[in-house]
């Protein structure tokens, strides 16, 4: 009897966050597009309720809510479901999206299946290769067993968490903090605005040229061939060689446009962003802002540190705080019971922050580059990369349990190096956020266009 009450308990919260997802697709990704193939937004929300609900699974082995055989088994057909979304569902409905946009092919609908079939086959071989590099397993795993499915993903899943990361960990200080912003005044505004109403003045007038050029060129080509002389020839020629200057040197003044007023519209975003950083919400993320400054400086430090001594923490944060207010500050509590607490807040805390962190970043990543033709494919894409990322998730967050809670996770993930994946994170946290420190600190640093408008201008 309680094996079907916890089976309705799941049940009922799958389509809870089937709803979450269905709503967040219709209303954040598509609102902007119709929805043309529905199994496109029932594979996406499929995927989010599965990833959420392994969440959930975390919540509820920390709290002991469930029967413990019930979470086992669930953990179980969480993870498989999710596994066949993610190697079989998601690549196939991809590949027939993007064989069905190529428009040169023939678009019957069993020659569309088959080479769906086959570009699946391709993609299944590759994925399949990704591992070999890799010492995620140990050689007594069958080639079809749970350990190779999730080492293959967890090496994907956990280069995006670690790109992801190292950005973040450096961009959130940098879009927060008051030193970043840099000094834009009214004067600054309004005298690039006047450079580029002068490049569109200059850009008007040169093709008012040209069209001008052109109709005297249509005159004289009109006239009678036989009075032609050698001088209208030549000035013909002459004429043409002029437009063609002409339309290079429009080409360039429009280039410079775009750039001006890319970079008036970053002006306008820095002095709203100056404005906003007084006020209360504004002063709190700055405050915020220094803080993540602080910890991306002490999480490269410890990366850095982890990978050249080959260190993998062996004791959760939760537990480790605890050794440290009982052995050094004296502080004597019911260690069990602030242990299962504290633990709860901690994983829920990160379980928050990934899920919306990652959403946001999907919805960014859209709308960047999505058109009405590949909006399908690339939610697949979404998609896919949100399992894996949350599965991924389930692996590193393993590490921040207890040691009472976290066995299930090992013993229900499989039998895989565990410090494999977590040193993988160090080093592509590592070159992820040097790299976003690298790329920013040019991006601050760049000059105006200065030079490029008086060299127009003048």
């Not at 979304?85 to 299946?113: C, D, G, H, K, W």
């Amino acid at each position: 009897m309680s094996f079907i009450f916890d089976s309705c308990v799941m049940f009922f919260s799958l389509v809870i966050f089937f709803g979450g997802g269905w709503v967040f697709f219709l209303k954040k990704l598509f609102r902007d597009y119709e929805v043309q193939h529905w199994v496109v937004l029932l594979i996406f929300s499929v995927t989010f309720a599965l990833s959420c609900t392994m969440f959930e699974l975390i919540i509820f082995e920390i709290l002991g809510v469930l029967d413990s055989s019930s979470r086992y088994f669930h953990w179980k057909l969480e993870l498989y479901v999710t596994l066949f979304t993610e190697i079989v569902v998601l690549p196939f409905y991809i590949a027939y999206f993007t064989v069905s946009n190529i428009q040169m092919l023939p678009q019957a609908r069993y020659i569309r299946v088959l080479l769906t079939f086959v570009a699946w086959c391709g993609s299944m071989y590759f994925f399949w290769k990704i591992g070999d590099p890799f010492p995620i397993l140990s050689p007594k795993h069958g080639i079809l067993s749970i350990e190779q499915c999730i080492g293959r993903i967890g090496v994907i899943g956990v280069t995006i968490m670690a790109v992801l990361s190292g950005f973040g960990a450096v961009n959130y200080p940098y879009t927060c903090m008051s030193y970043f912003v840099r000094p834009v005044s009214d004067a600054d505004i309004q005298s690039l605005e006047k450079r580029l109403m002068q490049t569109m003045d200059m850009i008007v007038m040169k093709k008012k040229r040209i069209a001008m050029a052109k109709r005297d060129s249509l005159l004289h080509s009109g006239a009678n061939k036989e009075q032609r002389s050698i001088w209208s020839m030549v000035k013909s020629f002459t004429c043409t060689d002029n437009v063609s200057v002409l339309k290079e040197e429009t080409r360039a003044l429009e280039e410079l446009s775009r750039q001006l007023f890319l970079e008036s519209v970053d002006l306008h975003n820095e002095q709203e962003r100056k404005e906003y950083l007084k006020t209360f919400k504004g002063k709190y993320f700055n405050l915020l802002g220094h803080f993540f400054s602080v910890y991306c400086v002490w999480k490269i430090f410890m990366a850095t540190i982890n990978i050249v001594f080959d260190r993998v923490g062996k004791v959760d944060p939760v537990t480790r705080g605890i050794e440290i207010a009982v052995d050094y500050l004296g502080i004597q509590f019911d260690v069990r019971f602030w242990s299962q607490h504290i633990s709860f807040w901690l994983v829920g805390i990160i379980i928050v922050t990934s899920i919306r962190g990652l959403l946001i970043t999907l919805t960014k990543f859209f709308y960047a580059i999505a058109s009405s033709k590949s909006s399908n494919i690339i939610v697949l894409c979404l998609a896919q990369i949100m399992g894996m990322y949350f599965v991924s998730c389930v692996l590193l967050m393993r590490m921040n349990m207890p040691i009472e809670y976290r066995s299930i996770i090992t013993e229900v993930l499989g039998d895989l190096k565990f410090n494999f994946y977590h040193r993988w994170f160090d080093v592509i946290f590592l070159i992820s956020a040097l790299s976003s420190i690298g790329f920013l600190y040019m991006a601050h640093k760049q000059s105006p266009l200065e030079t490029e408008v008086k060299g127009y201008t003048t």
